[in-house]
């Protein structure tokens, strides 16, 4: 499977606290477990008008990164409010 990229509104900070308790190997950003490598780009800050959105993108590679993309979608899912 190719690289997916994710562009994620969840702060950096809990991003990395996930994916380094995830992962059996860290170097700085970038995080590798079974069969999958994430890495954490810089926060980045996107402007809708006058609103300031903030935005974390995630470089998810390997033969496993579905498994990974899945496990972080469940783990951030919210229901808004």
């Given at each position: 499977?190719?690289?997916?990229?994710v562009e994620s509104g969840i702060p950096r900070a809990?991003?990395?606290?996930?994916?380094?308790?995830?992962?059996?190997?860290?170097?700085?950003?970038?995080?590798?477990?079974?069969?999958?490598?994430?890495q954490v780009d810089a926060e980045q800050v996107v402007?809708?008008?006058?609103?300031?959105?903030?935005?974390?993108?995630?470089?998810?590679?390997?033969?496993?990164?579905?498994?990974?993309?899945?496990?972080?979608?469940?783990?951030?899912?919210?229901?808004?409010?």
């Amino acid at each position: 499977m190719g690289e997916i990229v994710v562009e994620s509104g969840i702060p950096r900070a809990r991003l990395i606290a996930y994916f380094a308790e995830a992962a059996s190997n860290r170097e700085e950003n970038c995080f590798r477990g079974d069969g999958w490598q994430v890495q954490v780009d810089a926060e980045q800050v996107v402007y809708m008008g006058a609103l300031a959105i903030t935005r974390t993108k995630l470089r998810i590679s390997g033969a496993n990164s579905g498994r990974i993309l899945a496990d972080y979608r469940l783990r951030f899912l919210s229901a808004g409010g």
